[in-house]
Every structure is written in C-alpha cells, then in structure tokens.
C-alpha cells in the first residue's frame, strides 16, 4: 500500500512543481514549496478525512519528493537550454 502511495506521492509532487512554476512564477522559493506541498496534501488518493493525518505523518517524506521534482525540472532546464544553444 505505501509503495503505491510513495509513488503517487512522488507523481504528485512533480506535477506540483510544474503547476506552481506557472502559476506563481513572480513568487520567492518558499511560498512556490508551501504551495506545492498543499497541492500534493490536497491531491492524495486517499479519503479527505484522512488527507491531514497522511499528510502530517508523511511529511518529510512529501517535503523530499517536493525537493526532487525542484531538481528535476532544475536539470530538465538545463539540458533544454543546451540543446535550444
């Protein structure tokens, strides 16, 4: 179960990134991160009661994945500025 979970966590936060990018392109770093771990809180495949509890003990675990996705699209912008050169 927390596989699967970890994964959509994983998928979640990605998608995230890339939504907050667009919509919050003026803001600084740290309302685009608050702003993406809500939309990854709010996007859990599990019942909304149990959102805030998941979402409170899996945090660290959300706060990373978070991370990940900024790495990856950080290194995506790379090699798209290399290969746009």
């Known amino acids: 179960m927390f596989t699967g979970l970890k994964d959509k966590i994983l ?19 740290k309302n685009k991160k608050i702003a993406a771990i809500k939309y990854v ?6 019942p909304s009661y149990l ?3 998941l979402g409170v003990v899996l945090s660290v675990f ?14 995506r912008d790379d090699i798209q ?5």
Do not use: C, T, W
Not at 41 to 46: E, M, Q, R
Not at 81 to 85: K, S, T
């Open 11 to 29: 998928a979640l936060a990605k998608n995230a990134v890339f939504q907050v990018e667009e919509e919050l392109k003026g803001e600084d770093g």
């Open 41 to 46: 809180i709010a996007n859990l495949p599990v």
């Open 51 to 53: 959102r805030f509890i």
């Open 62 to 75: 959300i706060d990373s994945a978070v991370e990940i996705a900024v790495a990856y699209m950080n290194h």
């Open 81 to 85: 500025d290399v290969i746009e050169v």
